[in-house]
């Protein structure tokens, strides 16, 4: 069993490090305070080809593994934890969904702009009173001749701001009855699609986070995506996909927040000596990225579980589960080396560690990977 | 359209280290990329191509094995094909040498790949050894045109429109093909290689042009024999003491207070 990365792989580790120091690095605290989207970015990352890492190359896409996401996505957030959001907005649902239930006309309408980074994709399931609770959901679609009228609200919708279009799953309602899910693609120029506020964020400040009202929101019936009544299927296929790259998002944050400490640590003398001279110091490090290390290869395997065709959802629950909370100890950690300098928003560590935090709660909390691992291992 | 690149594979001088003791170079485990200014002509060319498409760009290094990964990295941007020269008998070539043999190269590729080039495209000077001559030498064994430190060029109609970099202000010079530009730090900056060029370029074939490639090349004009010049030593310069301003107001009286200072300090 051989667990390195291939030569593609490397390759691809090399080149996009490279330009998240030069790219990503520089720009990450101001993304930070000021929530500004920085458009140049979004070009350099598109002409790269990140945002179509999965999508087959007749769609435009690089055509590559989930590993080979994972270790883009593991690099990437290195620079800055917003860059998961960019990534997974683009290479999750709204590609991978759309080339699972979608019809060759939405294929080649949809896929080719998102993986050119020309489109920027959204994904609305959550709902002010259903989280985790996903199938309570309460926004409904009513199909009404050549359409759908959507009426409900979603919230803590990534990228909303910015969205050209938002994938919606909702109920499905028909002569009064309800008659399971529906999800569709609703286009920015829908009418009755109103981009709400802004949530003002613990971490990840540089993406937005909206409310989504849709009131008597007209979706044209081609928008349907996968069967009318069935929805839940698209909104949930790519699950495994996303917190594979939720495992990544942390293991990234991690490594650097130990990266951060471990030079930190050299530099810093307190007592005559460096402070990673004192053995706490550095069985702490040696602790954290032991369990790094763990991360990543669960996430990696969880990755290739899904490139073997196993959509078995144990594999990636485990992955985000582990890697989003001991990507919250280690970082915690990591902002004790740097003492009362890892408080000021000076230090990277400061930003990391409030970034840190979403792991154990976006795309499905630490709890509900419980419920699936242990529904899986079958304990009920 | 046929563009010819050169590019050579250089140490990274932004992570070079400078021996205390010796006050030499560090060169062990400084990572390789492709000279800076040679991605400022091939970000050139591409731009030729991106509004031409039928553009074929080729990239050349004379260089050892290991610079198949410089080759590699500008198939990753916007190559389309790219050649090493690299032989034994090629080893410590000069400039004049150097830029000898990859007129022969160019020759050889022009063979293989069954075109002529309309330009040569090189940077304006690698920054390891900084000379700037193998472009300008290049042309002309070639008897070709040149333009040195052009910041962008348009290719119209079979000539190429070259902003050439001054002093004080910019030259807008026309320049018919075949020819060789070489290139300085445009306001812009290179591209990046996308994914899909990255995965390919990592499996394709570099053809390497040894000295078998060459059976007509004089063999009096290669290698360390063929080269009038040598490298005897690199090294850091001593950092000068504080300098001092002399300014007293006028060019006359300031150089009569030098012309003291000097004469107290016995230089004159």
């Known amino acids: 069993m051989d667990f390195r990365l291939n030569e593609d792989q490397l390759a691809l580790q090399k080149m996009v490090r490279e330009f998240t120091d030069k790219e990503v690095r520089p720009i990450a605290a101001?993304?930070?305070?000021?929530?500004?989207?920085?458009?140049?970015?979004?070009?350099?990352?598109?002409?790269?080809?990140?945002?179509?890492?999965?999508?087959?190359?007749?769609?435009?896409?690089?055509?590559?593994?989930?590993?080979?996401?994972?270790?883009?996505?593991?690099?990437?957030?290195?620079?800055?934890?917003?860059?998961?959001?960019?990534?997974?907005?683009?290479?999750?649902?709204?590609?991978?969904?759309?080339?699972?239930?979608?019809?060759?006309?939405?294929?080649?309408?949809?896929?080719?702009?998102t993986a050119s980074g020309e489109f920027r994709c959204a994904y609305a399931i959550t709902e002010p009173d259903n989280g985790s609770d996903t199938r309570s959901m309460k926004t409904i679609a009513v199909r009404e001749g050549d359409h759908f009228v959507i009426n409900g609200t979603k919230t803590f919708i990534t990228m909303a701001t910015l969205a050209d279009r938002i994938l919606t799953t909702c109920k499905y309602v028909e002569n009064g009855e309800d008659k399971g899910y529906v999800t569709l693609i609703v286009d920015r120029d829908c009418p009755g699609l109103i981009i709400g506020k802004d949530e003002?964020?613990?971490?990840?400040?540089?993406t937005s986070l909206n409310t989504v009202f849709y009131e008597n929101c007209i979706v044209p019936a081609e928008n349907v995506l996968g069967e009318v009544g069935k929805g839940m299927e698209p909104a949930t296929a790519c699950l495994s996909e996303v917190?594979?790259?939720?495992?990544?998002?942390?293991?990234?944050?991690?490594?650097?927040?130990?990266?951060?400490?471990?030079?930190?640590?050299?530099?810093?003398e307190q007592f005559g000596k460096k402070i990673s001279q004192f053995q706490n110091t550095q069985f702490v490090l040696a602790e954290c990225q032991t369990k790094v290390d763990a991360a990543r290869l669960m996430t990696w395997r969880a990755a290739s579980e899904l490139d073997l065709?196993?959509?078995?959802?144990?594999?990636?629950?485990?992955?985000?589960?582990?890697?989003?909370?001991?990507?919250?100890?280690?970082?915690?950690?990591?902002?004790?080396?740097?003492?009362?300098?890892?408080?000021c928003t000076e230090y990277p560590i400061e930003r990391i560690y409030r970034d840190a935090k979403i792991a154990e709660i976006f795309d499905g909390t630490a709890e509900i990977q419980k419920v699936i691992i242990s529904k899986a291992i079958g304990i009920r | 359209m046929n563009i010819l690149v050169?590019?050579?594979?250089?140490?990274?001088?932004?992570?070079?280290?400078?021996?205390?003791?010796?006050?030499?170079?560090?060169?062990?485990?400084?990572?390789?990329?492709?000279?800076?200014?040679?991605?400022?002509?091939?970000?050139?060319?591409?731009?030729?191509?991106?509004?031409?498409?039928?553009?074929?760009?080729?990239?050349?290094?004379?260089?050892?094995q290991n610079a198949i990964n410089a080759l590699k990295e500008c198939l990753?941007?916007?190559?389309?094909?790219?050649?090493?020269?690299?032989?034994?008998?090629?080893?410590?070539?000069?400039?004049?040498?150097?830029?000898?043999?990859?007129?022969?190269?160019?020759?050889?590729?022009?063979?293989?790949?069954?075109?002529?080039?309309?330009?040569?495209?090189?940077?304006?000077?690698?920054?390891d050894g900084d000379t700037a001559q193998v472009g300008p030498e290049l042309a002309e064994h070639l008897g070709y045109p040149q333009i040195t430190c052009a910041l962008e060029c348009e290719e119209k109609d079979g000539r190429f429109e070259v902003i050439k970099e001054g002093e004080e202000l910019n030259m807008l010079i026309g320049i018919q093909a075949p020819c060789v530009i070489t290139f300085t730090k445009p306001g812009f900056d290179p591209r990046y290689p996308s994914i899909k060029r990255k995965m390919a370029a990592n499996r394709a074939e570099v053809p390497i042009l040894d000295e078998s490639a060459f059976p007509d090349i004089d063999l009096t004009r290669i290698g360390l024999s063929g080269s009038p010049t040598a490298?005897?030593?690199?090294?850091?310069?001593?950092?000068?003491?504080d300098g001092m301003i002399i300014d007293e107001g006028t060019a006359r009286t300031s150089t009569v207070k030098l012309a003291q200072i000097l004469s107290d300090k016995k230089v004159i």
Not at chain 1, 311 to 317: A, E, V
Not at chain 2, 26 to 50: Q, S
Not at chain 2, 81 to 88: E, I, N, P, T
Not at chain 2, 109 to 120: H, S
């Open chain 2, 231 to 241: 490298v005897k030593k690199t090294f850091v310069p001593q950092q000068m003491q």
């Open chain 1, 243 to 268: 917190r594979v790259s939720c495992g990544a998002f942390a293991v990234g944050l991690a490594q650097e927040a130990i990266d951060l400490a471990t030079a930190y640590a050299k530099e810093r």
């Open chain 1, 309 to 343: 065709g196993n959509g078995d959802r144990l594999y990636g629950s485990m992955a985000k589960y582990y890697s989003g909370e001991i990507c919250n100890d280690v970082v915690r950690k990591c902002l004790q080396v740097f003492g009362g300098y890892g408080y």
């Open chain 2, 6 to 64: 050169c590019v050579k594979q250089v140490p990274d001088t932004t992570e070079i280290k400078i021996d205390p003791v010796k006050n030499t170079l560090i060169r062990d485990g400084v990572p390789a990329i492709v000279n800076t200014f040679d991605a400022y002509a091939l970000e050139a060319a591409a731009r030729i191509k991106d509004k031409n498409p039928n553009t074929h760009i080729v990239v050349v290094s004379m260089g050892p």
């Open chain 1, 200 to 206: 003002h964020k613990m971490g990840l400040r540089g």
């Open chain 2, 76 to 127: 990753a941007i916007a190559a389309d094909k790219a050649y090493l020269v690299s032989g034994r008998k090629f080893g410590g070539s000069d400039t004049l040498a150097t830029s000898y043999i990859l007129e022969n190269a160019m020759r050889k590729i022009e063979e293989l790949e069954g075109c002529k080039f309309d330009a040569v495209f090189c940077g304006k000077q690698a920054i």
């Open chain 1, 30 to 113: 101001h993304m930070d305070e000021t929530g500004e989207f920085d458009e140049e970015l979004w070009k350099k990352m598109a002409e790269l080809g990140l945002f179509g890492i999965l999508a087959p190359e007749e769609y435009g896409g690089s055509g590559l593994d989930h590993v080979s996401l994972c270790v883009v996505m593991e690099e990437i957030v290195r620079g800055s934890g917003n860059m998961y959001n960019w990534l997974v907005t683009s290479n999750g649902p709204n590609t991978g969904a759309i080339l699972l239930y979608g019809t060759e006309e939405q294929k080649k309408k949809y896929v080719p702009k």
